[in-house]
Nanobody, 123 residues
Framework: QVQLVESGGGLVQPGGSLRLSCAASGRTFSTYVMGWFRQAPGKEREFVAAISWSGGTYYVGSVKGRFTISRDNIKNTVNLQMNSLKPEDTAVYYC?????????????????WGQGTQVTVSS
């Protein structure tokens, strides 16, 4: 069983930055693919970024160049640094873990989910 706990959400002005963190349990964290997804009101949950066990990163086009995903396999954490935030980035952000091999953009490929943390970008 893997437990994921997100932190770092909040209210920020457009153009500002936030850093989300996800703490994971599990002795084999270094083998998981870790992802961040988000869900805005009335919309489907969507892929934001993922990082493989070897550090390969993947992003949705709308956040490339603004968001950076990273992981620390000693501390069992994955982070999402979000810069140049826009109102359209407002959503609940979820951390997810995939036990299978290969990164994925699809929610159904991830096995464990955190409870989510709210990010609101507004002036």
């Amino acid at each position: 069983q893997v437990q994921l706990v997100e932190s770092g959400g909040g209210l920020v002005q457009p153009g500002g930055s936030l850093r989300l963190s996800c703490a994971a349990s599990g002795r084999t964290f270094s083998t998981y693919v870790m992802g961040w997804f988000r869900q805005a009101p009335g919309k489907e949950r969507e892929f934001v970024a993922a990082i493989s066990w070897s550090g390969g990163t993947y992003y949705v086009g709308s956040v490339k160049g603004r968001f950076t995903i990273s992981r620390d396999n000693i501390k069992n954490t994955v982070n999402l640094q979000m810069n140049s935030l826009k109102p359209e980035d407002t959503a609940v952000y979820y951390c997810a873990a995939r036990l299978g091999s290969g990164s994925s953009y699809y929610t159904h490929d991830y096995d464990y989910w955190g409870q989510g943390t709210q990010v609101t970008v507004s002036s």
